[in-house]
């Protein structure tokens, strides 16, 4: 799933940061005309679930690598995933909004 | 263990630095920079959902000189990340794991960063000029 995320997130990162690029300076309604186009919330919505499925694992290996004790190895990789939960339903959540209503 | 600490042979002060073991250890921080820079982007998402007030600070703030700095940041981690990401999928088939494919690689990653970077801000600051 590392390598199927990281392989998802290289056209989706390149769309984004062009997308990013052609946001500067918006302000809210630019945001809304963005993601009223169905196409770009899509590969929004894929691109946050992407990014933090593979953030997730990345920051477990680092955490099996640097914490040590069983208790604290475990205890962090689980505060890991659920805040990458939390944010990811946030994100949807947002993107939700700015295409469906606002 | 923590209960008994014991001497290790110094490493980081004896070791060469090699371009190998430096971009390997630069692939794990950019990644944990972009871990932090992913929160940034929900909140860019989520401040525009809730609404003018929330929006305007924010994109108020990514155009504050520290705004701009840490835009920085993300764009050489992001590309940096990426570029390298895409050497170890290579990797990842077999391929390129003889030493002098590894620097060429290495050499091109680091390149494929600053040529991605570099364009992503000439044209993003030409663009907020308009």
Redesign the interface.
Known sequence: MQ?LT??V??PL??WF?IAA??L?????AA??AWMHNPMAAML?VLA?IA??YH?AL??QV?IEDYI??AGWKLGAIIVVRVWCFL?VL??V???L??ALG? | ??SDPRPLSPHLQIYRWQLTSVMSILH?IT??G??VA??L??SW??T?????EP??RM?GFL?SPLGLIVLFGC?VA?FYH?CN??R??VW?TGHGLDLKSVYLGGWLVLAGTAALTIL?WV??LA??GM
């Open positions: 390598r990281a392989i997130m290289v990162a390149i940061a690029i052609g500067i300076g918006a302000d809210r945001m809304i929004m946050i990014m933090f953030l990345g920051l680092v040590h004790g944010l946030r994100g959540l947002a993107v909004k700015l606002a | 263990m923590m794990r990644g944990i972009l871990a992913a929160v982007l929900v998402l989520g525009a959902a809730d609404g003018t929006f305007a994109q155009g764009t992001l990426l990401g895409m170890h999928l990842d992503t044209v993003g663009r907020w």
